[in-house]
């Protein structure tokens, strides 16, 4: 009771909202360092055979490095975090390592100072306000939350975005949770595990995007949950490459903050170096059954994570598909998983599909596209048309004996679909998005006309991807990612194309269905950039380009001469702030495939530069 009017005292005083039970968790927080720090101490007082020799200059008094930072604040986070890295490693009887920018104690060098950049207006009214009240200040750890409201919001994880990337186990995470059944006594029945409250943290702070009307900030989660990860990243494991992607999952559906292509690259290094990428037979591993299942799904949803921001911003994959012998994980219930080993057998062809059915099923289609990314975009080597046209056409039998094997359409959750992934569309739409990967190499070539059949196929895809987003994103519920807003962009822009660079195509094309493309891409553009205005550029440079390819059509159907460009320097439809726009989406990362197709479509506009970009998805 105490407690509770001197917390009530203090927000009299400093007019700041603090969070239930603040004082609490400030208390166990407490509890917990000072614990960390006299096993620090007394792992110090042990002269271990690997400790690093002071005559060498190399190595580090503890204490006084602590000073050393209080005094020196401008002291990199780099340097601190290698500190209580190797001195986590020494207590658990490991031998030091050197930290240096490759380590894993890197990631909080990009990580922390994100939050910051990452927070932005918090849905609440009431955390807004105490934003507000506090300068715009990056929000403070909160409490978890209460126990029928943490089920919704680890139900809405697990039921959206683990059917995609499964690198958690279930059964696992509910243990945890069940101990918040005991408000009280929650903190001590978790033995304040930094790793138990750590991805308790996480799993509700991307729940909390996906619902965010709970009157939980997913941004407070996440800043909770980032006050443990030193304890597990200090430790090259599987664990550690769970807490990364559970910041790449976090910031897929973040509008700003730290790119989930960066984390998600991490984690896949951390998974290359400790052999994940290869087959777990091959290698004779002595791990359990069940080691090796988590190890192959954490794997294969870095590897796709990795692959999906790859292809999105047109840079190399971090790994080569060829590079591969990794197996997908086992077709099998989550209950048929756990630290005792595996029940029951995989899942037969004849059986109805698990979770996991699916998943291994988008691996498929990512990995697809990784090839298609290799094999076509970053391959410097390519000249001969006749080598590309023969590597399209292995890649289109892949593409299509992958989409002959569909599983039968997902079955959205009770409650609705909250990411694209759950919807029935999902992979019609990937599959359309990786037929325009595989012949946007032909439709832009200056040298040689790619066929009418190239560019209908293309019309055609493009015209179901606007279609498919619209149904699926207007009026729904579904938490929005750069992912759509790029592969919708792509479409739109596609179709556009298509319609301005090939009879053919203007041929089959009614205006009322032009129309009704170019609307329904509109649509969802302005949605998104009500939600992330990063996203107003690619809504501004649509609307343009769709209103000026109208007038474009009627001008055919009067029989004038059709321009080789939507928009040229000095006409009526060229706006003033076409450069600005420009410069948002290169600000925000785009691929070379929405390059290439805007400077065919917009005359007399440098190429920006795509070096530099900000956004999350990058």
């Known amino acids: 009771m105490a407690k509770h009017q001197l917390a009530a005292t203090a927000s009299a005083t400093t007019w700041r909202h603090q969070p239930r039970k603040y004082l609490e968790q400030l208390e166990q927080r407490v509890l917990l360092l000072e614990s ?49 890295g190797t001195l986590s ?17 890197a990631f909080t060098r990009f990580v922390k100072p994100s939050l910051g950049q990452a927070i932005g ?21 909160c409490a978890l939350p209460e126990y029928h409201i943490a089920m919704r919001l680890s139900n809405a994880y697990f ?15 509910r243990k ?81 903050g730290t790119s989930h292509w960066k984390l998600s690259g991490h984690a896949l290094r951390q998974c290359i170096n400790l052999g994940y990428h290869r087959n777990h037979r091959r290698l004779r591993s002595t791990i359990n059954q069940f080691q090796q299942e988590m190890q192959k799904r954490a794997f294969w949803s870095a590897y796709v994570m990795e692959c999906a921001g790859a292809v999105m911003l047109g840079r190399p994959l971090a790994l080569h598909f060829q590079e591969i012998d990794a197996e997908f994980p086992l077709d099998i219930h989550e209950s048929q998983l756990s630290p005792e080993g595996i029940t029951g057998s995989p899942r037969s062809p004849a059986e109805p599909p698990t979770m996991m059915t699916y998943a291994i099923h988008g691996f498929r289609i990512r990995s697809l596209l990784g090839c298609i990314q290799t094999a076509l975009y970053s391959d410097v080597t390519l000249k001969s048309p006749e080598i590309r046209q023969a590597r399209v056409e292995q890649l289109s039998v892949e593409l299509e004996t992958w989409w002959a094997s569909n599983p039968p359409p997902i079955v959205p959750p009770k409650e609705g679909a909250l990411s694209f992934y759950m919807t029935p569309d999902f992979y019609e739409t990937n599959y ?28 055609e895809v493009s015209r179901k991807t606007c279609r498919n987003f619209w149904r699926q994103f207007l009026g729904k519920q579904l938490s929005y990612t ?36 170019c609307t329904d891409c509109t649509m969802v553009l302005v949605i998104l950039a009500e939600r992330w205005p ?37 006409q009526e439809a060229y706006p003033e702030d076409l450069p600005q726009w420009m410069a948002g989406i290169s600000d925000t990362g785009y691929s070379t495939g929405a390059d290439w197709l805007l400077s065919e479509l917009i005359d007399e506009y440098p190429n920006p530069d795509t070096h530099v970009h900000s956004g999350s998805w990058q």
Not at 52 to 81: C, H, I, R
Not at 125 to 130: E, G, T
Not at 482 to 498: D, N, P, S
Not at 508 to 516: A, F, I, L, P
């Open 36 to 84: 960390q720090l006299r096993e620090a101490r007394s792992s110090a007082a042990y002269e271990s055979p690997y400790k690093t020799s002071p005559d060498n200059g190399l190595a580090v008094d503890f204490e006084q490095a602590s000073a050393s930072t209080a005094a020196d604040d401008g002291q990199e986070l780099g340097d601190l975090s290698s500190m209580i």
């Open 89 to 105: 490693l020494n207590a658990a009887g490991a031998e030091p390592s050197y930290l240096g920018p490759s380590s894993t104690f």
């Open 121 to 141: 207006p918090l849905s609440s009214n009431a955390l807004r306000s105490d934003l507000e009240n506090q300068g715009g200040l990056a929000p403070e750890p």
């Open 159 to 173: 039921h959206n975005i683990h059917a995609q990337y499964p690198f958690l186990h279930e059964p696992t995470f």
């Open 176 to 256: 945890w949770e069940a101990a918040l059944a005991d408000p009280f006594g929650a903190l001590s029945s978790l033995n304040f595990d930094p790793l138990a409250l750590y991805f308790l943290n996480m799993v509700y702070a991307v729940g909390a995007v996906l619902l965010p009307n709970l009157g939980h900030a997913a941004e407070q989660l996440y800043t909770s949950a980032m006050l443990y990860i030193d304890e597990i990243l200090c430790h090259d494991n599987l664990e550690s490459i769970q807490a990364v992607l559970c910041c790449a999952a976090y910031s897929i559906r973040s509008s700003k």
């Open 432 to 459: 359309h998005y990786a037929i325009l990967q595989l012949y946007r190499v032909q439709i832009t070539d200056r040298k040689t006309t790619a066929p009418d059949d190239v560019f209908l196929k293309c019309l």
């Open 482 to 517: 750069w992912g759509a807003v790029h592969e919708l962009f792509l479409a739109g822009l596609t179709y556009i194309y298509c319609l301005w660079t090939s009879p053919a195509a203007r041929g089959v094309s009614r205006q009322d269905q032009v129309s009704s493309t």
């Open 534 to 570: 990063e996203a107003a550029s690619y809504r501004d440079i649509f609307e343009v380009l769709a209103s000026r390819t109208m007038t474009m059509l009627t001008d055919v159907q009067q029989g004038k001469m059709v321009g080789s460009t939507a928009l040229v320097q000095g």
